[in-house]
């Protein structure tokens, strides 16, 4: 790490309390889009409307250039084409992932970085070849600690010069739904999601997605790079902090009526109204979700759907005789893990897992 870089990049710092978005949170923002919120009404994220979170370049890489290098505490270090990681078993998952600074640009001090409001989620069925089965046959050493898997997009990030490195425990690793995926929705891999292999972690926040993946490594000690540090709940920069695994649970409604151009403010019209949406927890499935138009004062049950899919989000729907007037709008989780959503704002420095309840204001006309 030089003097230049940490002025290329300095730590990541608190907006003061009336700053607007930068110009560079919104390059930020235009790069990575989120998931337009009326697509909660879609089961599965039809292709492009996913949300997207890329740090660095989107990297080209070459197909036929392409390998898979598994080494470290192994038997037998691979070096894998495509071809070799398509011809092994093949297994379908649809999945709700999320990105964990979602919420982010709502917390008051807002910490400067992607401004994520709520819309970085998205649900895709991804096909692929189970990692567990991969790493059985080559023989996992009794002694490896930690899996990190290596992306080959590359940066610098606070002043360090890095790839994008994250690990799993060996044991989360092993879990027979964590896929190597090469297809999105039936298709390739779309460039901007990995192309041509990226990783699936069901139930994980985004960041252990690791997308155009071209290094597994097997390692005696837990693995401390830079994006498990940087993915960490902390009140203060220098804590050692807690790393972030799993979704918190969440509600969003899909948008009702219609929007205003500007604001977005959501305008509807008196009558019964069907309110939607969906929700999702990375523990556990979603036990219920409570429903409130009076911006959080009372609550009633909205009707649950089973979800379709264990890692994938469920449908919710509400009966609204709505009658003119305005309205704040919120929705619920909680999971049967014993989650819930708070009413009142966590905060922590890097802003994460901000799964405060969503509030909609709603114009109800005549
Ligand atoms: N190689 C690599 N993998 C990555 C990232 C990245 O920047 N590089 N971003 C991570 C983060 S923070 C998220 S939220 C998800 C987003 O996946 P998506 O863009 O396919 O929605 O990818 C993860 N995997
Ligand atoms: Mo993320």
Not at 172 to 185: G, I, S
Not at 216 to 225: E, P, S, T
Request: negative net charge.
């Amino acid at each position: 790490m030089t003097a230049e870089m940490d002025a290329v990049s300095p730590p990541s710092r608190l907006a003061e309390p009336e700053e607007g978005i930068s110009a560079e949170e919104l390059q930020l923002a235009a790069r990575n889009h989120g998931l337009p919120l009326e697509a909660l009404r879609f089961d599965v994220t039809p292709p492009g409307l996913h949300y997207l979170l890329t740090h660095y370049d989107i990297p080209v890489v070459d197909p036929d250039e392409f390998r898979l290098v598994v080494d470290g505490l192994i038997d037998t270090p691979l070096s894998l084409d495509l071809d070799a990681i398509r011809n092994r078993p093949r297994v379908s998952t649809v999945v709700t992932m999320e990105c964990a600074g979602n919420g982010r640009a709502l917390l008051r001090p807002r910490p400067v970085s992607q401004p994520w409001l709520v819309e970085a989620v998205g649900t895709s069925r991804w096909t692929g070849s189970p990692l567990a089965q991969l790493l059985r046959e080559a023989g996992v050493h009794n002694g490896s600690v930690d899996v990190v898997f290596t992306g080959a997009d590359h940066g610098i990030e606070r002043g360090v010069e890095q790839n994008y490195q994250r690990s799993l425990p060996v044991t989360e690793a092993m879990r027979e739904d964590v896929l190597l995926a090469y297809e999105m929705n039936g298709g390739p891999l779309p460039p901007q999601h990995g192309y041509p292999l990226r990783l699936v972690v069901p139930g994980w926040y985004g960041m252990a997605h690791v997308k155009w993946l071209t290094g597994i490594n097997l390692v005696a000690d837990r693995f401390d790079g830079f994006q498990m540090h940087a993915y960490s709940l902390r009140q203060q920069p220098e804590e050692h902090g807690v790393l972030l695994t799993r979704i918190e649970p969440r509600a969003l409604l899909a948008p009702p009526g219609f929007p205003d151009f500007m604001s977005r403010t959501r305008v509807l019209r008196s009558g019964r109204i069907t309110v939607e949406g969906r929700a999702w927890s990375g523990w556990a499935p979603i036990r219920a979700v409570d429903v409130s138009i009076d911006g959080g004062d009372t609550w009633t049950s909205a009707k649950l759907e089973p979800a379709p899919h264990r890692w994938g989000w469920a449908r919710w729907t509400w009966i609204w005789e709505a009658t003119v007037g305005s309205y704040l709008l919120s929705a619920r989780a909680s999971d049967r893990s014993g989650r819930s959503q708070p009413v009142d704002q966590p905060w922590n420095r890097g802003g994460f897992a901000n799964n405060l309840v969503q509030r909609v204001p709603v114009a109800v006309i005549s």
